[in-house]
């Protein structure tokens, strides 16, 4: 009995270590996403890069890099993403995402003209588009539904991650390399980190007992499988908040570096390491909000973002009136720490509400459709601030009340229902982790 108890508690401990090294890899992929995102928000105060495309002083031009990025993502991850979790699975399916985005970085400065750019900004987006669904699906493969808020949080922190880390790093490239080198650095980081990580770390869970293979329902169709997504409780509420999120991340981090320079007065220089700041407290607060979300009952969650909303939208009211320097720091990471604890409520809400085949799906098609409307709010950001560089970030204070006032009504209706919330059956590799634990102390 003891020799029993020693295989099975070692059985469960390795079960939980090898199914959080995925999580600890899905957060260093999206590290690298997001810091080829930052890229383009770097190169667009260097003159070299904005003379080569004849963007020189063209705001909405400049902004339009990264909408048409976002449209290409928003548009392949509702359409990509059912057929990856119907045929490829997340493992496959980051292969070839990976490999796409990994040559079209290594391709872009050479596009020539600024309409191949943007062609290839709009394929560099799609390639990228599944990604977040993909870890979505992993997440929801191998955590059960009452602990899936820190492995969300986790692998979600590659978001503040990659921007700390990316702003700094792209602008010591730009100035040491020249901006060419940025894209071809990228591109190889992608191949030789990124790909090894997919193919150690990022597996299915281990296989079941022949008695659960022989009750494990057929796998769905791709119709079932996106009707399931589509009819998902609540999809309408979680989408505007994913809609209103994605605008205030889009929208700060695009033009972040050239609101610092050209409004506060910082150099280049200080900008690198400045913009990276706020995302890196935001990646504590990020963890912060999925203990959170694990702690809360789960029909209060939403109210995270009416109280995180609120807060973001009163720092970058007061980072707009701010004059020094400490006043500007202190509510440029104030606004993010508000914000960094949003960030794993969206996927955690959607693995509660959707039927467990449809999870990617679903949230590819609120990432998607977020992406694309928030595609635009760099280029609106960056026709206001024609007028005033100050005057954009007026829209992300009206984004993060859109959120807060959307948390508010999903609180109350999930408050109203008498009904338990729809939540799909623990994974598999959760099930076998809590099985083996159970065996071993029998």
Known sequence: MPLRFYFNLKASIMTNRNRWLGVYSLLILLVIAYIDRVNMAVLIVDHDFLAAFGLVGDRAGQGSLMSIFLLGYGAAAILLTPLYETYLGYRRGLFVSMVVWALLTAVSPISGSLFALLVVRAFLGASEGPLFSLKTMYVGDHFAGPERGKPNAV??????????????????????????????ILALINLVVGLPLVHLFIKKPAAQS?????????????????????????????????????AYLWGSSSWLPAYLVSDKGFSIREMGWISSLPFIVAIAANFLGGVLIDVFNAKRTPLIFTLGGLATAASVFALIGSTGTTSTLTFLMLASVFWGIQGAAIPTLIQRFSPAQSVGSAYG??????????????????????????????????????????????????????????????????????????????
Do not use: D
């Open 210 to 246: 022949p008695q659960a293979q022989q009750s494990k329902p057929a796998k769905p169709s791709l119709r079932a499988v996106f009707r399931g997504a589509l009819t998902t409780p609540h999809l309408g509420y979680v989408l505007l908040i994913e809609i209103f999120t994605l």
């Open 365 to 442: 098609i609120i990432n998607g459709i977020g992406n694309m409307v928030a595609a635009f709010m760099p280029m609106a950001m960056g026709s206001l601030m024609k007028i005033h560089v100050s005057s954009g970030f007026y829209l992300l204070i009206i984004s993060q009340v859109c959120v807060a006032i959307c948390g508010i009504v999903l609180t109350v209706r999930l408050s109203s229902r008498r009904e338990q919330l729809l939540r799909p059956q623990p994974s598999a590799a959760a099930s076998e982790f809590q099985n083996t634990a159970t065996r071993g102390t029998q």
């Open 155 to 184: 692998s979600s922190m590659g978001v503040s991650v990659g921007l700390a880390v990316g702003f700094p790093l792209i602008s010591v490239l730009m100035h040491n390399y020249g901006w060419h080198a940025s894209f071809h």
